[in-house]
């Protein structure tokens, strides 16, 4: 079962960035999707963006046009670039693995996004 440790969460101003990063302990070349997830307490954890193996993305509506997803094979490592955070942004994000129809997460990085 790989193994995915996030790192890069931390505390932001409304309309702050951050990127978050994902390493993997195997080859990731052919796990497809890999994406992330966002956990906030109380509610549903929430698919946000996926990149597929063939290089393609996909976005949910309330990250589109400000989060960008990216994955180095080479360095079996995801990130997530986050752009124009918003408080409603904050959320514990996990970095996860489709393998054999199940997502497997790792143990969330913490973003905070307030003034």
């Known amino acids: 079962q790989v193994r995915l440790v996030e790192s890069g969460g931390g505390s932001v101003q409304p309309g702050g960035s951050l990127r978050l990063s994902c390493v993997a302990s195997?080859?990731?070349?052919?796990?497809?999707?890999m994406g992330w997830h966002r956990q906030v307490p109380g509610k549903e954890r929430e698919y946000i963006a996926g990149?597929?193996?063939?290089?393609?993305?996909w976005y949910a509506e309330s990250v589109k046009g400000r989060f960008a997803i990216f994955k180095d094979s080479t360095k079996n490592t995801l990130s997530l670039q986050m752009n124009s955070l918003q408080p409603g942004d904050t959320a514990i994000y996990y970095c996860?693995?489709?393998?054999?129809?199940?997502?497997?997460w790792g143990q969330g990085t913490q973003v905070t996004v307030s003034s």
């Open positions: 990149i597929a193996t063939d290089g393609r993305t």
């Open positions: 996860a693995a489709m393998i054999h129809m199940n997502w497997y």
């Open positions: 195997e080859n990731i070349t052919g796990i497809s999707p």
